[in-house]
């Protein structure tokens, strides 16, 4: 009877087991995208040249074409939704998302709520402001009203600066998304923005923005971006990492950066001293 018994309570340890493990297996993103061909991805579409919408109102922009290729390596199609920045992370926790490729730092903070891969894009930081705001640097940002998107590292930079300084008059007002910080500085409400330098340029040259200009380089580093997935599906998690590795090695990295952000190298994905 004992021995009965143990084999009885091991045949249902290993009952357990099996289905623990197929209801790991079918919880994966992976899975679900291959059998369904079809990959829901966030994208920020306010910011250009990252993501934006085109003149008869598609979607398109360097997370964009991220997006696409991602898609048609899993056999899938890409529904591109857009995701706001402060809706990025609720956006994919909340599962109305598979992927998130919106221009997103990787923050400890962040990943308590999801996973990263190595970084997809790395953008330089620049200020940006407007003509005749007597701001001609960073140190020129005290004293001033400045702004940004509420919940970005450039927000929290800025924030943690501002309260270093003890300057008078300086003041931060957080928008929730790039257009309305955009049109802020442009309407004098505030004075400057931190922003990347691609889009910085493309701003200027677009001629929406008429009165802004740059006013240097931020004292931060570059804004290295990472691709977020669901925080415990390590299956999908693993498979982007490989993605993003074979975007760069096969020089697609490369072709899309130069067509959507500026012709020659692209920017290096490492940090000294940091292996992803």
Not at 116 to 145: E, N
Not at 217 to 225: I, K, Q, S, T, V
Request: with cysteine; hydrophobic share 40%.
């Amino acid at each position: 009877m004992l021995k009965r018994a143990l084999w009885v309570s091991w045949g249902t340890v290993l009952l357990v087991g099996a289905s623990v493990s197929g209801g790991a297996q079918a919880a994966s993103t992976l899975d679900a995208v291959v059998q369904s061909k079809v990959l829901r991805c966030g994208v920020m579409l306010d910011s250009p040249p990252s993501g934006f919408r085109t003149v008869d109102n598609q979607p398109d922009g360097y997370d964009v074409a991220y997006c696409n290729d991602m898609a048609k390596a899993l056999g899938a199609k890409a529904v591109i939704v857009e995701t706001p920045s402060p809706d990025r992370i609720p956006a994919l926790v909340s599962n109305r998302i598979d992927v998130l490729v919106a221009s997103t730092t990787n923050s400890s903070a962040r990943g308590l709520s999801v996973a990263f891969t190595q970084p997809y894009l790395s953008v330089p930081i620049a200020v940006l402001t407007r003509k005749g705001s007597g701001i001609k640097g960073w140190d020129d940002l005290k004293g001033h009203p400045l702004g940004g998107v509420t919940g970005t590292t450039t927000e929290q930079f800025l924030k943690s600066a501002i309260g270093k300084w003890n300057a008078p008059n300086t003041a931060y007002t957080g928008y929730g998304n790039d257009n309305d910080s955009y049109m802020a500085l442009e309407q004098g409400k505030v004075d400057a923005i931190l922003l990347s330098i691609p889009v910085c340029t493309l701003l200027i040259k677009s001629g929406q923005f008429p009165h802004l200009e740059m006013a240097g380089d931020a004292p931060m580093p570059p804004d290295l971006l990472s691709i977020a997935v669901k925080r415990s599906d390590f299956e999908f998690l693993n498979w982007t990492k490989l993605f993003v590795w074979n975007q760069v090695a096969s020089g697609r990295y490369k072709e899309i950066y130069n067509q959507y952000f500026a012709p020659g190298d692209a920017p290096s994905l490492s940090v000294n001293g940091v292996n992803y």
